[in-house]
């Protein structure tokens, strides 16, 4: 064998080791990359105001899953035989319980120990029928009034509850998700502080609504709602209580009328109309659409936006 000769064979011979341990190297990071991919969380969120608290103490550390879809209306919402499926994977199940999630009682008692109803912890306000007395079925609604995400400081309770969970089941991140549940907290401290301009009103006016989906917020800030329905947004009003909106409407000099962002707006358009005052949303922010988060609309913008809404119509 020539020197030349000898020198290429030892060329070739280097490139193939190389080549070998790049491909090492590649396949040793895929694997890496796909361990930390399994090792995540698996969990689902019911729907948005609790998918966007997780999302914001757990940032990518967890595979979150939204359950009812963007868009969509909670209260009428069916569960999928494909996402009961998908749903024996989670590692945990965030609902709000009180019987908001009625397709929650489909699922199977195999998923009972990774389920945490967050509204069953957070001090619920007992339900109490509105001002105006249509009778609704008594097992149409549960015990308690389940909109507790309108309240900042219940909200927070909420994203604690949420913290706590993840970081039993996940101790490794536990770190990330302690700082980001601070920072959660400081905001729904500051959202809380915003809303307290809400009893500093003199002589508020009541609000009217198209359901009955704002004790919350009343409670906390001395707001006095009155709704057409009561609990769910699909409930039809009697002719007995649109009346004694109408009348409450002129009498009171009522501004404006709300309706929520996923219900039917026709009758309160009508009252609008016949009062001649305007009509408005109100958002329960239960079904925010994926054009709404894309443009980086949260729970927190949509309640400042509630916010000014709520300043004008009481003044």
């Not at 358009?269 to 709404?292: K, Q």
């Given at each position: 064998?020539?020197?030349?000769?000898?020198?290429?064979?030892?060329?070739?011979?280097?490139?193939?080791?190389?080549?070998?341990?790049?491909?090492?190297?590649?396949?040793?990071?895929?694997?890496?990359?796909?361990?930390?991919?399994?090792?995540?969380?698996?969990?689902?969120?019911?729907?948005?105001?609790?998918?966007?608290?997780?999302?914001?103490?757990?940032?990518?550390?967890?595979?979150?899953?939204?359950?009812?879809?963007?868009?969509?209306?909670?209260?009428?919402?069916?569960?999928?035989?494909?996402?009961?499926?998908?749903?024996e994977n989670a590692d945990l199940i965030l609902l709000n319980g009180l019987d908001f999630?009625?397709?929650?009682?489909?699922?199977?008692?195999?998923?009972?120990?990774?389920?945490?109803?967050?509204?069953?912890?957070?001090?619920?306000?007992?339900?109490?029928?509105?001002?105006?007395?249509?009778?609704?079925?008594?097992?149409?609604?549960?015990?308690?009034?389940?909109?507790?995400?309108?309240?900042?400081?219940?909200?927070?309770?909420?994203?604690?509850?949420?913290?706590?969970?993840?970081?039993?089941?996940?101790?490794?991140?536990?770190?990330?998700?302690?700082?980001?549940?601070?920072?959660?907290?400081?905001?729904?401290?500051?959202?809380?502080?915003?809303?307290?301009?809400?009893?500093?009103?003199?002589?508020?006016?009541?609000?009217?609504?198209?359901?009955?989906?704002?004790?919350?917020?009343?409670?906390?800030?001395?707001?006095?709602?009155?709704?057409?329905?009561?609990?769910?947004?699909?409930?039809?009003?009697?002719?007995?209580?649109?009346?004694?909106?109408?009348?409450?409407?002129?009498?009171?000099?009522i501004r404006v009328l709300f309706f929520e962002e996923l219900a039917n707006d026709k009758?309160?358009?009508?009252?609008?109309?016949?009062?001649?005052?305007?009509?408005?949303?109100?958002?329960?922010?239960?079904?925010?659409?994926?054009?709404?988060?894309?443009?980086?609309?949260?729970?927190?913008?949509?309640?400042?936006?509630?916010?000014?809404?709520?300043?004008?119509?009481?003044?």
């Open positions: 064998m020539t020197k030349k000769t000898g020198l290429i064979s030892l060329f070739l011979i280097m490139m193939v080791v190389l080549s070998a341990c790049s491909s090492s190297v590649s396949s040793s990071d895929t694997n890496s990359t796909n361990d930390a991919e399994d090792s995540k969380l698996t969990v689902y969120a019911s729907f948005y105001p609790i998918y966007d608290f997780t999302n914001k103490i757990a940032e990518d550390f967890i595979d979150l899953n939204l359950i009812v879809p963007a868009g969509a209306e909670p209260h009428s919402f069916e569960l999928s035989a494909k996402t009961m499926a998908e749903l999630e009625p397709w929650a009682d489909s699922l199977p008692e195999s998923l009972s120990s990774k389920i945490i109803s967050l509204g069953e912890e957070v001090n619920p306000l007992p339900y109490v029928e509105h001002s105006h007395g249509e009778e609704e079925d008594e097992d149409s609604h549960s015990e308690y009034d389940p909109h507790i995400w309108l309240d900042p400081l219940r909200a927070s309770q909420m994203s604690e509850i949420i913290y706590e969970n993840l970081s039993k089941l996940d101790s490794t991140n536990k770190a990330v998700y302690e700082t980001n549940l601070k920072n959660l907290k400081d905001e729904f401290i500051t959202l809380d502080s915003e809303y307290k301009q809400l009893e500093a009103i003199q002589n508020k006016k009541e609000i009217v609504v198209s359901h009955n989906a704002f004790s919350y917020l009343g409670e906390r800030y001395g707001l006095e709602f009155h709704s057409l329905s009561g609990i769910s947004p699909e409930s039809e009003p009697s002719l007995k209580v649109l009346s004694e909106i109408t009348d409450l409407v002129n009498k009171e000099g009758i309160i358009n009508t009252i609008a109309d016949e009062t001649g005052v305007e009509s408005d949303i109100l958002y329960t922010i239960e079904g925010m659409t994926d054009d709404e988060i894309n443009a980086g609309e949260d729970y927190f913008s949509k309640m400042r936006l509630n916010l000014s809404k709520l300043k004008l119509a009481a003044e």
